[in-house]
């Protein structure tokens, strides 16, 4: 099956590219809670929906760009978790930092994880245990390296937070770097960063595939609390705050 959502990645992959490189219209507006949407994330979307009910009819869906009721998914024990275009707010400024996630969420922990990057076309993967990357026609696996001082990779839109500041400070002796999306998830997994503190506002979507690939790596995902990032359902899709660490 991994394989497959691979696949269904890299075709979600295609159809953001025909918007990202101006073949169709971005079409930018805004949700409810001022979040960016574009075309690209709608295409995106339709693709990943129709081809995961023609693989998996019987796994439901929870997509960003069309989250079910809350009435309909509460019971939920195994369902896809996609956010079809990750970082939209990157893809707007066209700097490349945008991925396709796809997750499988089974009794609130990701067991499958696709983080696709098109415009470096990247991909990472993981499921039963294992994590690889694929660049280039070439297919490795990955897990997390240490290396002092720490590299914390922090995000690229919500770089200029209090507690981020604070945190960093009393971290002691380390290096940053600013990446958007999902993958500083995975450059943790694949061992190029230690570290990755987040104290800004997430979704379910934003980080289950990327959980996934970095739990399967070697790292740990948890929140402030040291209890593991749960995906069973509830009415809120937001994340509490987290850290995804080797240590």
């Not at 990327?210 to 593991?228: E, I, Q, Y």
Request: negative net charge; charged residues 20%; hydrophobic residues 40%.
């Amino acid at each position: 099956m991994l394989d497959a959502i691979c696949q269904l990645a890299r075709d979600a992959g295609d159809a953001i590219m025909q918007v990202y490189d101006g073949y169709q219209p971005m079409d930018v507006t805004s949700k409810v809670d001022d979040s960016p949407v574009t075309a690209a994330d709608i295409a995106a979307h339709h693709v990943i929906v129709r081809g995961l009910q023609a693989l998996a009819p019987d796994i439901p869906i929870l997509s960003e760009e069309d989250p079910p009721a809350w009435e309909m998914r509460q019971n939920w024990q195994r369902f896809w978790l996609v956010d079809p275009l990750d970082g939209t707010k990157e893809f707007i400024k066209r700097n490349g930092e945008f991925t396709v996630n796809i997750a499988l969420i089974e009794q609130g922990k990701p067991v499958l994880g696709v983080v696709y990057a098109p415009v470096l076309d990247v991909m990472y993967a993981a499921a039963e245990g294992s994590a690889w990357k694929e660049e280039g026609g070439h297919r490795q696996p990955i897990q997390v390296r240490d290396a002092r001082p720490p590299l914390v990779v922090i995000s690229r839109s919500h770089s200029n937070d209090p507690e981020l500041e604070e945190y960093l400070h009393q971290l002691g002796e380390h290096q940053t770097t600013a990446i958007g999306s999902s993958l500083k998830f995975c450059l943790v997994a694949e061992g190029k960063a230690q570290l990755y503190p987040r104290f800004g506002p997430t979704s379910v979507w934003d980080t289950a595939a990327g959980h996934a690939v970095a739990v399967a790596a070697g790292a740990h995902v948890h929140d402030w609390k040291g209890l593991t990032l749960d995906y069973t359902p509830r009415e809120s899709f937001l994340n509490p705050g987290f850290r995804v660490s080797i240590y």
